[in-house]
């Protein structure tokens, strides 16, 4: 038995790295799965795994119990997720004022989520190289919420070096995951990083000016010691699953602290007179957008699934 972790999940064969560097491909024995939800990968890319060399094939065998993962729901209308990553120590969403447009509910629904497995976010905001003075007004708006609810915002341009500086740093004796829309230049800024690793990326279309979904598995790449990157399939939305509707509000940090003041201990944050969420927003303490994210979220996740 060897044990090693997943570098590439691509539903039906595995990429493994050994514990000596090697990696491997596996396959993997009969059915593994995440206890509770259903997931279409239910081996994804940062696990943990041991595996047996078995009929001249490796095969995964068990998976480790997982540190963090992130999750989504795999389609609009499914019950399935899909885990983009596991065991990471930080989340980068790469995000887009133009080019394409990354909305604030997006941006919303994925820090929620990561809030949800306790794992740190910073939020990316690339391609300023395209903007205009509406776009970097728009970006500075955006920088001013998300920096005062508690994430940290890199404003930046693949094509300017010099504004990778910061970002480069972030990387340091960490796994990170970078997620996002496709076409907001995930794989760009990974080949910037690290040249040698000449990942694929797809121009924008022109008449949607959205990404063309270039990016098909999530694959863990290193760079250098201690540092690992994860480059993943872009997104179209990010579905919430397995967060009860009730908890919803524990993971917007500004609407938790405020909560405590609500007149009725389970208000939900949507109508109920002396709730203290409403009255934050209405004086401009709490943002529109990110109100509006969580009203989206409630509407929504009417079922529990779990
Ligand atoms: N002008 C400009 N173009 C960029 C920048 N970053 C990425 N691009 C371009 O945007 C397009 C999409 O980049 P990708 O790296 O493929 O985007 P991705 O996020 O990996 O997309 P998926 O793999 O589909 O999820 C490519 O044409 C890149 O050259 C930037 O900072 N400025
Ligand atoms: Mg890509
Ligand atoms: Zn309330």
Known sequence: METGVV????????IVR???????ECRMRGKLRLKGSRTTNPVAVGDRVDMEYDREEYVITRIH??????????????????????????????ATI????TPTVFIDRFLMTVEAYNIPAVIVFNK?????????????????????????????????????????????NKTTVLSGMSGVGKSTLINRIEPSLQLKVGAISDSHDTGKHTT???EIFSLGEN?????????????IIDIAKEEISHFFPELFNVSDNC??????????PGCAVIEAVQKGDISESRYWSYLSMMEENGEKYR
Not at 81 to 93: G, P, Y
Request: some cysteine.
């Open 263 to 272: 007149r009725f201990y389970n208000c939900t944050h949507t109508h109920e």
């Open 216 to 218: 098909t598995f999530a």
């Open 128 to 172: 300023t190289d395209l903007y205009n003075e509406s776009d970097l007004a728009r970006m500075q708006e955006l920088i001013a919420i998300y920096t005062s609810v508690g994430y940290p915002c890199h404003a930046l341009s693949a094509e300017e070096p010099e504004s990778l500086v910061p970002f480069k740093a972030l990387l340091a």
């Open 98 to 101: 133009n080019h394409p447009q």
């Open 18 to 24: 050994k514990e000596n560097g090697e990696q491997v």
């Open 65 to 94: 119990e997982r540190r963090n993962y992130i999750i989504r729901r795999s389609t609009n209308l499914s019950k399935e997720a899909h885990i983009i990553a596991t065991n990471v120590d930080q989340a980068l969403l790469v």
């Open 227 to 239: 540092s690992y990157i994860i480059d993943t399939p872009g997104l179209r939305s990010f579905g």
């Open 7 to 14: 570098t590439k999940s691509t539903g039906s064969w595995y």
